[in-house]
């Protein structure tokens, strides 16, 4: 995966298929469940192996009510429904997964600061890698 070294700038959010262009922050995170495997013949040592796996994610998106990708998490949201969200590197490779919407927080609107959306997500199933199409 060519990610090292990538700016986060230059790098490429879709969700609903739709560029997220007026996102400030993208933050994933792969996680596994620990499954205990510890027997009595494991001589002290606890053992253990990956169980189920998930992945999250938060969003900051500016708050731009017109804005396709905005506009389709919050479908997403209040529909209780996935939706697709793929994160790649300028050259395309990165990962790809539906998921749903667990938070929407349209943020303070203070004084000095633009309003931005903060939006969790969290699986709906397996996140696959990306590649170019060639």
């Not at 205990?36 to 192996?49: F, I, L, S, V, Y």
């Amino acid at each position: 995966m060519a990610l090292q070294g990538a700016s986060g700038f230059d790098c490429v959010l879709t969700i609903g298929g739709v560029t997220a262009g007026k996102t400030r922050n993208f933050d994933p995170t792969y996680t596994a469940a620990e499954q205990d495997t510890t027997t009595r013949d494991a001589n002290g040592w606890k053992k253990r192996k990956s169980g189920l796996k998930e992945w999250t994610a938060s969003i900051e998106k500016l708050w731009v009510p017109d804005d396709t990708a905005l506009q389709a998490l919050w479908t997403a949201y209040n529909a209780g429904t996935a939706v697709t969200v793929a994160w790649t590197d300028p050259d395309g490779y990165g990962r790809s997964g539906d998921a749903i919407v667990l938070e929407f927080h349209p943020g303070p609107q203070d004084m000095d600061n633009a309003v931005m959306a903060s939006i969790s997500l969290a699986s709906d199933g397996v996140v696959t890698s990306v590649a170019p199409a060639s």
